[in-house]
């Protein structure tokens, strides 16, 4: 029921506003560079262009780009190199950054931290070896050079 001065209507129409997220534009380069080595575009090993070429490529400034490259870098996907035949490369995919991601990944999906279950299990390893007592050396045992 609407009130003569439309409140009621006002209120409906207020109620209905929301804020649509858009990605940043590191996100969107991150996304799109993710892409192309997920599909094979960009090979293990293939070096990216410098910095500035990059930049000018998406039209961002490098400050903007490293961002990319650094959330790229975090998840294993590139590798970058500061010498004089440096430069950033995309990485070689190795099955415990893939194990790391996919477990973080089906983590924060279903809503359990993951990490947690890996400090419950360094703690169960950390008891269990504190109620063994202290290790005792044998001439067994490769650092005591026995």
């Known amino acids: 029921m609407a009130s003569s001065d439309g409140g009621e209507d006002r209120q409906t129409?207020?109620?209905r506003l929301r804020v649509y997220r858009i990605e940043t534009a590191y996100e969107q380069i991150a996304e799109q560079l993710r892409n192309q080595i997920?599909?094979?575009?960009?090979a293990p090993g293939e070096r990216l262009?410098?910095?500035?070429?990059?930049?000018a490529v998406f039209g961002v400034s490098r400050t903007t780009l490293r961002e990319a490259l650094r959330v790229l870098?975090?998840?294993?996907?590139i590798t970058v190199r500061r010498c004089v035949t440096g430069g950033t490369f995309v990485a070689h995919p190795r099955p415990d950054n893939i194990s790391q991601?996919?477990?973080a990944s089906v983590g924060l999906l279903s809503g359990t931290?993951?990490?947690e279950r890996h400090q419950c299990d360094r703690d169960a390893a950390r008891r269990?070896?504190?109620a063994r007592?202290?290790?005792?050396?044998?001439?067994?045992?490769?650092?005591l050079g026995c």
Do not use: K
């Open 38 to 42: 997920v599909q094979g575009t960009l």
């Open 101 to 103: 991601y996919l477990e």
């Open 128 to 130: 269990a070896r504190n």
């Open 113 to 115: 931290n993951v990490p």
């Open 73 to 77: 870098s975090s998840q294993h996907l």
């Open 133 to 143: 007592g202290p290790r005792r050396p044998t001439c067994r045992d490769s650092s």
């Open 13 to 15: 129409a207020i109620e």
């Open 49 to 55: 262009p410098n910095e500035a070429d990059l930049a």
